[in-house]
């Protein structure tokens, strides 16, 4: 989701990977059978008639849909957090609070607790 893609860049991640969401927007209805070429919705295979199932201009098109809506979304989530480039929220933790996480997790991301 996008808040996810806030978060691991405020972790200081460089990328992230959106694969299993874009894959979603094109169709998938994760079957699980990825790596075994036989996705029934033409997404994942080679084979000439599961292709057939994947309308590529409706996918392109839901994928786009969803690459702006993050967009949208990330920088909404980064306007309230009072940062106005996806650059400056990089390695940022200080915007960052642990929700249900014990002592020890937080130590390990290196954020606080919500509320402090």
Same mark, same amino acid.
């Given at each position: 989701?996008?808040?996810?893609?806030?978060?691991?860049?405020?972790?200081?991640?460089? =990328?992230?990977?959106?694969?299993?969401?874009?894959? +979603?927007?094109?169709?998938?209805? @994760?079957?699980?059978?990825?790596?075994? =070429?036989?996705?029934?919705?033409?997404?994942?295979?080679?084979?000439?008639?599961?292709?057939?199932?994947?309308?590529?201009?409706?996918?392109?098109?839901?994928?786009?849909? @969803?690459?702006?809506?993050?967009?949208?979304?990330?920088?909404? +989530?980064?306007?309230?957090?009072?940062?106005?480039?996806?650059?400056?929220?990089?390695?940022?933790? @200080?915007?960052?609070?642990?929700?249900? @996480?014990?002592?020890?997790?937080?130590?390990?991301?290196? +954020?606080?607790?919500?509320?402090?």
């Amino acid at each position: 989701s996008a808040s996810d893609v806030v978060k691991a860049v405020a972790l200081g991640a460089d =990328a992230v990977y959106i694969g299993t969401a874009a894959c +979603i927007a094109m169709g998938c209805h @994760l079957c699980r059978s990825c790596h075994q =070429a036989k996705c029934n919705w033409g997404i994942a295979t080679q084979r000439p008639d599961l292709v057939k199932r994947l309308n590529p201009d409706v996918g392109a098109e839901h994928l786009v849909n @969803l690459v702006s809506a993050w967009n949208h979304e990330i920088k909404e +989530i980064m306007g309230g957090m009072g940062i106005n480039s996806i650059e400056a929220m990089r390695g940022n933790r @200080l915007m960052l609070r642990g929700v249900g @996480l014990n002592e020890k997790e937080l130590q390990i991301l290196g +954020i606080s607790h919500a509320g402090e």
